[in-house]
């Protein structure tokens, strides 16, 4: 009887969120654009539409439609997730297969890439940026009422539009790509957000309980997953790496090249290669750089990674960690570049002595994955996907928690250990070369999209051609928001900077 008024009473939320969810997130987005002028909400910096993109006509068949393939991914940033997708597009579209791609939003960093036998429906609402589930519920409603016919549609970030998909097109598989569990994203903004993601978090187990093939992003992932999914069958959930050669185009011009063979830096040179965000704990570097000028250390840091225009709380972050460079008097030491391309960013792998990679219970973590393949060693947390990634004492150091002294500790150790043999000599990378082409390489992560789709349409079974990595239990993990942390780290004991700086 409990289960059975359980269901209706989720059938009655996702009922009212189909109708509600979307005119709220355009009014979000109205409040926060229109009423309180805030200029960086996404919206300033995204292509009008997709008209210099090569694609189908809505109308148009693809040349081989053997299988027709949706990709349901709205916000097209420069991230993991947004990587996923281009490798997707790229896979399925060179398998001669129709592929129709549904997004909200395409960023201005894709505007000279060419998406090249690829039908593209942006569904242009201002919604509310980052609110997953209205998105998808009006992507969903897009395919309801258009003349789509899929047999495979590949989603992530919410499983919102899964029942409106299953009911308008029933012979569709769904394979969805989890990069980490709503739910365990603490919510921020004002109280009636908190509430509304709660409910959004009692719903969305039901929806998944529908999903065909559930992918998760790591080992990390995974257990988070099943902790707060725990009805969720095991066999539908997979770890499956993302690819992390998506964006560079290996030439013989950049090879990866090891610190023998170019010229020795002056000083010992540190890379932060990641977004401006307050979860990714810059601020501890600048900490660790404040520790060790003061023991009398020579070194230099670099800190490049994109600064979000569309999301405030990312330039506040930047300025910020500027100011706390100030403070700290370390400002001869660190460098900021914002918003590096792609050349400039494989540039500053191969200046580098090493990276550095700070966020704590990191769902995946690419940057790890590029600093290795060019050869640098990574100083991580020891949580998350990069602790799947780094070897500890071989390719990397894994400090225990995000904290100032720690890190200070283990760039002290990378600037004693001159050598890195599994990277530093051509016979060790080619060890971690084959490593990082097996798990982590487009080439495998399309081909176990493939085996994942085969065994849903019945002609193979994917557990005999490659078994399902464990799935690890761990302890369940939160994830803050960034409105709920940015800086606190740094505004909770600026008094004790200061004192430190000034001794």
Known sequence: MFSELKRYSILALYTCALFFSVPLSLCIWFVRRELCTETSVAGEKQLGGVENKKKLPSNESATCPDMHVVIVHPEQWNGGSDRCTVALIRHFVSQGHRVTWLTTMIDEYWKNHTFDGVEIREVGLKLHPGDWWSQNVALGWHMVFSNLNPDVAIIDHSASCVPMIKWRFPQCKILFYCHFPQQLVTPSRFFLYRWYAKLIGIVEEELFGQIDQIFVNSNFTASQFIKVMPNIERNKVRVVYPPCDIDWIVSASDRPVSRAERAKNDVYTFLSMNRFWPEKRLDII?????????????????LAGS????????????????EMARDLNVTDLVSFIPSPSDKVKFQLYQQCDTALYTPPNEHFGIVPIEALDQRRPVIV???????????????????????????????????????????DTEEGYAKQRHRLE???STRGFCGNIDRAIAEMMGTMDINATEPAQPLVMETIVHQPVATEVYAKPYQQNKSAHSRRAQA
Request: some cysteine.
């Open 286 to 302: 600048i900490e660790a750089t404040s520790i060790l000028k003061q023991q009398g250390y020579n070194l230099h840091v670099q």
């Open 307 to 322: 600064v979000m225009p569309h999301i405030p709380e990312s330039r506040i972050y930047y300025d910020q960690l500027q």
């Open 381 to 423: 947390c020891d949580s998350g996907g990069p602790a799947e990634t780094v070897l500890e004492d071989i390719t990397g150091t894994k400090i225990a928690k995000p904290c100032g002294e720690l890190l200070a500790e283990a760039m002290l150790h990378h600037m004693n250990k001159r050598d890195w043999p599994e990277l």
């Open 438 to 440: 097996t798990e982590f």
